[in-house]
C-alpha cells in the first residue's frame, strides 16, 4: 500500500468514526452492558480497519464491517477472561450477533438509550457532560478535559469513574418507562444545556483554539434527540433556545473581541436560517399546549429578539411562569432585570438585595445589579458592583465589556 492509499484509507475510516462512532458505541455498549469493553472494541476495530480496507478496498458496508468485527474483538477480550457459565452464554449470544451484523441497515439505533444512561441522575452533573461528550459527540478525553479547563489525567479518572459507577450500581441501559419521562428527559436537556453554555461562555478565543465547538455540539445532540424522539415539545424547544441563542453569535462581539449587549448587536449580522427555525421550532411546541421550562425559555429568547425591541413585560411574565418550574434563585434575578426593563426599577432593586446572599458568588449577579444601581443614580455601588463583576467574569471578553461600562458611569 502507497503512502497515498494509507492516506486516503485513514481518512475513510475518520470520516466514518466521525459520522457514525456514536451509533456504533451504542450499538456495542446495548450488546457488550459495558462502556470501557465497547469502546476498546471500537478502536481495536479501527485500526484493523486501517489494514483490511487498505489491502481489501472499502467494504460494502463500512459501519457494518466495524460492528462485526469490534464484536469479534470484543469476544476474544471476553473468552480470555472468561470465569463462569454467564460469560460462555454471553460468548454465544455474542456471536450470533457478530455474525449477523453486515450492513448498516442492520444496526439499530440504540443512542437514546445511551444519552439516557450517560445522564442518569445518580452521576454528578459533570461526570454527565463528560459521559455524553465522550460517548454520544465522540470528544476525546483531552479535548473534553480542556474545555472544562481540568488536567487530563483528572478527567480520564472522572469517565473511568462514571463508566465504574454504572456497572456498579446496576443503571439501566433502557429509555425511562413513561412516568419517568419528563423527570428523567429534564436531566438530559440540563446536560445538554450545560454543554452549549460550557461552548458560549469561552467566547471568540475557542474559534482561534484548538476547542472543539462545544455550542455545536450542543445543538448536534438536541438534533439527535429530536430525530430519536420526535414531536416532544420539550425536546423541540430545547432545540428552539439553542438556534436562537445561536442565531445571534455572529453579533456578540466586536473587533477587539469585547462583548456586545443585545440591545446593542447589529441585526443584521444574525444568522436568520438559525433564528427562522428557532422561531418555528418554538411555536410548533407551544401549539402542543404542554409547557415545560425549556420552551419558556425559548420563549424568553424570542422575546428578547423581537423587533423593534424586546417585550419586557412579556418576558417579565414568562419569568414568573418559568419560576413554577425552576424556582431558583437565578430566575428571579433574571426576572427582577426584565422588571426593571420594564419600567419598575425600586421592585427590581428590592428583589436583586433579597438575593445577595444566595448569589455572592455568581458573576452575572454582580454585573445585574450594578447596571440597576448605576440606573438608580447610586454611582459608587454601582462601582463596586462592576468591580466583583469584572473579577468573576468568566472570559475576557466578558469582562472588557464590563470594565467598559463601569468606566463610562459617572463617578
Request: aromatic fraction near 6%.
Amino acid at each position: 500500500m502507497t503512502a497515498s492509499d494509507a492516506i486516503a484509507v485513514t481518512r475513510a475510516v475518520e470520516a466514518v468514526l466521525r459520522q457514525d462512532r456514536g451509533r456504533l458505541l451504542a450499538a456495542l455498549i446495548a450488546r457488550l452492558r459495558d462502556f470501557q469493553l465497547a469502546e476498546d472494541a471500537l478502536q481495536e476495530a479501527a485500526i484493523s480497519a486501517l489494514t483490511h480496507w487498505g489491502r481489501s478496498g472499502m467494504p460494502a458496508s463500512p459501519q457494518g464491517w466495524l460492528l462485526r468485527v469490534a464484536l469479534r474483538k470484543a469476544i476474544d477480550r471476553l473468552r480470555s477472561s472468561q470465569r463462569d457459565a454467564r460469560k460462555t452464554a454471553d460468548l454465544s449470544h455474542l456471536a450470533v450477533d457478530e455474525a449477523a451484523e453486515d450492513t448498516a441497515d442492520d444496526i439499530p439505533d440504540d443512542r437514546l438509550r445511551l444519552i439516557f444512561t450517560c445522564c442518569h441522575p445518580a452521576l454528578d452533573a459533570k461526570s454527565r457532560v463528560a459521559l455524553t461528550l465522550r460517548s454520544i459527540a465522540g470528544l476525546s478525553t483531552p479535548e473534553i478535559a480542556r474545555a472544562f479547563l481540568d488536567a487530563e489525567p483528572t478527567m480520564g479518572q472522572r469517565l473511568s469513574r462514571a463508566k465504574a459507577k454504572i456497572a456498579a450500581a446496576g443503571i439501566p441501559y433502557a429509555v425511562p418507562s413513561p412516568e419517568d419521562w419528563p423527570d428523567r428527559l429534564q436531566s438530559v436537556l440540563a446536560v445538554i444545556y450545560l454543554i452549549y453554555n460550557a461552548g458560549y461562555s469561552m467566547g471568540p478565543q475557542a474559534e482561534a483554539s484548538s476547542h472543539r465547538d462545544l455550542c455545536a455540539e450542543a445543538i448536534f445532540l438536541t438534533r439527535l434527540l429530536v430525530q430519536l424522539r420526535p414531536d416532544d415539545p420539550e425536546i423541540e424547544g430545547c432545540l428552539a433556545l439553542l438556534l436562537l441563542t445561536q442565531s445571534r453569535a455572529p453579533a456578540r462581539h466586536d473587533a477587539e473581541g469585547i462583548t456586545i449587549p443585545l440591545a446593542e448587536q447589529d441585526r443584521r449580522l444574525w444568522d436568520r436560517t438559525a433564528f427562522d427555525e428557532g422561531l418555528a421550532l418554538i411555536h410548533r411546541a407551544m401549539d402542543r399546549r404542554s409547557p415545560g421550562p425549556y420552551q419558556i425559555k425559548a420563549a424568553i429568547a424570542a422575546c428578547h429578539m423581537a423587533d423593534p425591541g424586546p417585550d419586557w413585560p412579556q418576558i417579565a411574565a414568562l419569568f414568573t411562569r418559568l419560576l413554577d418550574f425552576e424556582p431558583t434563585p437565578v430566575v428571579r434575578l433574571n426576572r427582577a432585570v426584565a422588571v426593571a426593563e420594564a419600567g419598575d426599577l425600586s421592585r427590581a432593586l428590592d428583589e436583586v438585595s433579597d438575593l445577595a446572599t444566595t448569589l455572592s458568588e455568581y458573576q452575572p449577579f454582580h454585573a445585574a445589579r450594578a447596571d440597576l444601581l448605576a440606573r438608580a443614580g447610586q454611582g459608587a455601588r454601582a462601582r463596586a458592583a462592576y468591580d466583583r463583576a469584572i473579577a468573576l467574569a468568566p472570559s475576557a471578553a466578558d469582562a472588557a465589556f464590563l470594565i467598559r461600562r463601569r468606566d463610562s458611569q459617572p463617578i
